[in-house]
């Protein structure tokens, strides 16, 4: 198996070893006299094999850094039977710190406890022995030399693994940040689909009908008053744009800009100007402001599908409470035609089930007898807690938006 090439810094510490190492030889500074007993070779050859060893050994720093100890070990004790070379110790000492850092964790704990022990030995040893204070002389060296590049490689480790865990919350940070912008982005943007579907729709159906009733009949009188239809319809509907783009782009609406259930009686009778015959049977209180809202907007789309899609009879429209909740039933004449009056886009019944889903409401949109029939379900109580609706607003949206658009597919193709 092919070793992986030395990293450039790795090569430069080994050449700057080397080359020091035989200048050192070539001055004839060592660490040991000649006559020192333990230097069994003495003169400067037997000082360069430890040493070109050992500087091989720091090619394998980074990339194999146990095995470059254990062999750069064996150089250092080989190294000690000879005058000695200052170099040797030092491109161990850097051994030390290499595998500690750079090793697998388990072993630079090893390495830390086995330099410690070492340290402790060679002080209480060779004092216990000679009992002459310059044997701890030697501890002192041992720790410089092995416990020190340790010591110094476990606490460089340690900042670079908290540097490392840093950066990693760091990006689990920004990569959470950006999934609750991409789902603030989505939820905002079903938001303002859902209100421009139904603040516009109702407008936009009502001007199809009568404008059609205008250029298909040869009338003016009908057409006189299909016109004023059209033209009342387009002036409310510019007008609910406006709020809706003010709305959206500094956040003030005004206070009409949100339609609350005191605006029922004026959209029946804007249904009823439309050719509807409707009836509204109202009994529902004070609610909070989410299940106004979406009662309101329920109860106006019912009205513009039952516009386009409803045989003619009269469209019922009921709100009452009942077991803290809301009751919201539209129904509306049912049967076969040739098609809708106005072309949908199959959003409706869609928009409907989410407005009821962020609330935990119950939604059935369906034919029942000879009869169209919506009805939602509001929980009152969940209403007064806004958190709560936000927890469920995502998971209300999809489950809606799959469960609508199926309904809407099966139950009346495409009634919007």
């Not at 959470?176 to 912008?181: I, K, N, S, W």
């Not at 003030?252 to 259930?261: D, F, I, M, Q, R």
């Not at 799959?402 to 009634?415: K, L, M, N, Y």
Request: charged letters at 20%; hydrophobic letters at 45%; proline letters at 6%.
């Amino acid at each position: 198996m092919d070793l992986p090439r030395p990293h450039r810094f790795d090569v430069f510490v080994a050449v700057g070893g080397l080359l020091g190492g035989l200048l050192l030889v070539g001055i004839g500074l060592t660490t040991r006299p000649a006559d020192d007993p333990i230097a069994v070779f003495d003169g400067p050859w037997p000082m360069l094999p430890p040493l070109v060893v050992m500087a091989g050994c720091e090619l394998l720093r980074r990339t194999a850094p146990r095995a470059a100890l254990l062999t750069g070990t064996a150089a250092v004790c080989a190294d000690l039977v000879t005058q000695g070379n200052l170099a040797t110790v030092l491109m161990f000492t850097d051994l030390l710190y290499a595998a500690v850092v750079y090793g697998p964790l388990a072993s630079a704990r090893r390495i830390q406890w086995i330099t410690g022990l070492l340290t402790v030995a060679a002080t209480l040893v060779p004092f216990a022995v000679w009992r002459v204070p310059e044997a701890l002389l030697i501890g002192v060296v041992v720790g410089v030399v092995a416990y020190a590049p340790a010591a110094t490689g476990w606490i460089v480790r340690d900042h670079r693994d908290a540097a490392e865990a840093a950066r990693l919350r760091a990006e689990q940070t920004a990569l959470l940040a950006e999934m609750d912008r991409s789902q603030a982005v989505a939820s905002e943007r079903a938001r303002m689909a859902r209100e421009l579907h139904d603040m516009v729709a109702n407008h936009l159906s009502a001007i199809a009908i009568h404008s059609t009733a205008a250029l298909s009949i040869d009338d003016p009188g009908t057409s006189r008053e299909a016109l004023a239809v059209i033209r009342e319809n387009s002036v409310e509907g510019l007008g609910e744009m406006r709020r809706l783009i003010g709305i959206l782009r500094d956040g003030h609406g005004g206070p009409s800009a949100v339609p609350t259930l005191d605006g029922l009686p004026a959209l029946v009778d804007g249904a009823r100007a439309n050719g509807l015959d409707v009836t509204l049977d109202a009994e529902h209180g004070r609610v909070p402001a989410p299940v106004e809202l979406a009662a309101y907007r329920i109860v106006q789309e019912s009205l513009t599908n039952a516009l386009k899609h409803a045989c003619p009879g009269r469209v019922t429209v009921r709100l009452a409470r009942r077991d803290g909740a809301l009751d919201v039933r539209v129904s509306s004449p049912y049967g076969h035609r040739d098609g809708p009056r106005a072309p949908g886009s199959g959003a409706g019944l869609v928009g409907m089930r989410e407005r009821t889903a962020l609330l935990e409401g119950t939604f059935t949109a369906g034919p029942e007898g000879t009869r169209w029939t919506v009805h939602a379900t509001l929980p009152l109580t969940e209403a007064d807690r806004p958190a709560e609706v936000d927890r469920v607003a995502g998971a209300g949206r999809d489950a809606g938006a799959g469960r609508g658009a199926a309904a809407g597919r099966d139950a009346e193709g495409d009634r919007s």
